[in-house]
Every structure is written in structure tokens, then in C-alpha cells.
């Protein structure tokens, strides 16, 4: 299974961005797709999930402006950026397991066994 994300780009504070994250075989219908985020010399942290059947989390820092969703018949993941804000800058990758994780789970990159190759977002005056 490979994971492309694309979609990523410059834009000023306020802007909207959508991000897209597809899959190449087979979807992750049983398990868990999200995002995750590092900014230049920092740790990769995450953004948010859709768990099949029980619905998105995101971190604290995008409620609200993010919202993840998806195309099942193009085996693909979208991350819509609204109000983006210089601190969102960062590369951005998609993620995939086929666990089903609980909550308190989905922070941890190291719960994940598939990753795309990330896409830079950069939110600039």
C-alpha cells in the first residue's frame, strides 16, 4: 500500500487550502486515515483521524478550521484548510493503519504503518 499526499502550497493568513491523500490498492474501511504535522525542527504531531464508523478527531489547534473527509470511490483522503494561520505551517502527511485504534491512541505516529512522502503547507504574509 503506498499513500500520496498532494495539494500543498504558499498562501497568506485567512486562506483555504485541501490537501489530498490517496491510496494506491485498497482502502482503510476497518481501520483508521489521518494527518499529522511538523513544522521545521519539531516533533510530528497530529492533526486529525476518521476512524471507520465512529467519525473524526482533530487536535485542539484546528477544530473547527479543518475538516477531514472522504472519497471511497477514489480510495482517497482530503484535509480541507479553512482560516489557515502562519502557525500552521509545516509538512503534512497522511497516515494509515487497519488497527482500530481507541481515542487516546490516534496521537502517536508510531501507531500508524503506512505513510505518505508529506506535502509543505506554508502560510506567509
Known amino acids: 500500500v503506498q499513500l500520496q499526499a498532494s495539494g500543498g502550497g504558499s498562501v497568506q493568513p485567512g486562506d483555504s487550502l485541501r490537501l489530498s491523500c490517496a491510496s494506491s490498492?485498497?482502502?482503510?474501511?476497518?481501520?483508521?486515515m489521518g494527518w499529522f504535522r511538523q513544522a521545521q525542527g519539531k516533533e510530528r504531531v497530529f492533526v486529525g483521524a476518521?476512524?471507520?464508523?465512529?467519525?473524526?478527531t482533530y487536535s485542539d489547534s484546528v477544530k473547527g478550521r479543518f475538516t477531514i473527509s472522504t472519497d471511497n470511490a477514489k480510495n482517497t483522503m482530503y484535509l480541507q484548510m479553512n482560516g489557515l494561520k502562519p502557525e500552521d505551517t509545516a509538512i503534512y502527511y497522511c497516515?494509515?493503519?487497519?488497527?482500530?485504534?481507541?481515542?487516546?491512541?490516534?496521537?502517536?505516529?508510531?501507531?500508524?504503518?503506512?505513510w505518505g512522502q508529506g506535502t509543505q503547507v506554508t502560510v506567509s504574509s
Open positions: 476518521l476512524r471507520s464508523g465512529r467519525g473524526t
Open positions: 490498492g485498497r482502502t482503510f474501511s476497518s481501520g483508521v
Open positions: 497516515a494509515a493503519t487497519d488497527t482500530r485504534l481507541i481515542t487516546s491512541s490516534l496521537y502517536a505516529p508510531g501507531n500508524y504503518d503506512h
